[in-house]
Nanobody, 127 residues
Framework: QVQLVESGGGLVQAGESLRLSCAAS??????????MGWFRQPPGKEREFVGG????????YYADSVEGRFTISRDNAKSIMYLLMNALKPDDTAVYYC??????????????????WGQGTQVTVSS
């Protein structure tokens, strides 16, 4: 099991940037078998995929809605995965979650395939 703790949410204005952190611990999350992910749940809506990340290779993939604005990276020494969000829009307002999935296909966007989740952090973008 992988343990995940998000931080870094807050209130920003449209056009600004924010960086979220996801501290990871537990067995094997650095393994090629794991896909890490960021998801978000806007108010009154379903949880949606934001981006995926391979800790072992550093490869990423993103939802179309955030491609070019959001970037996932990692700090290996601190076991932290980051989500840098630029050019934020009011539509980006949501609770953001990091997640981990074991032995899933690269490119997975289905939240049901991710078995480990953090507690979430609120991001609010004002217009």
């Amino acid at each position: 099991q992988v343990q995940l703790v998000e931080s870094g949410g807050g209130l920003v204005q449209a056009g600004e940037s924010l960086r979220l952190s996801c501290a990871a611990s537990g067995r094997s999350f650095r393994s090629y078998e794991y896909v890490m992910g960021w998801f978000r749940q806007p108010p009154g809506k379903e949880r949606e995929f934001v981006g995926g990340f391979s800790w072992s290779s550093g490869s990423t993939y993103y939802a179309d809605s955030v491609e070019g604005r959001f970037t996932i990276s990692r700090d290996n020494a601190k076991s932290i995965m980051y989500l840098l969000m630029n050019a934020l829009k009011p539509d980006d307002t949501a609770v953001y979650y990091c997640a981990a999935a074991a032995r899933v296909a690269w490119g997975t966007t289905d939240s049901s395939h991710f078995g480990s989740w953090g507690q979430g952090t609120q991001v609010t973008v004002s217009s």
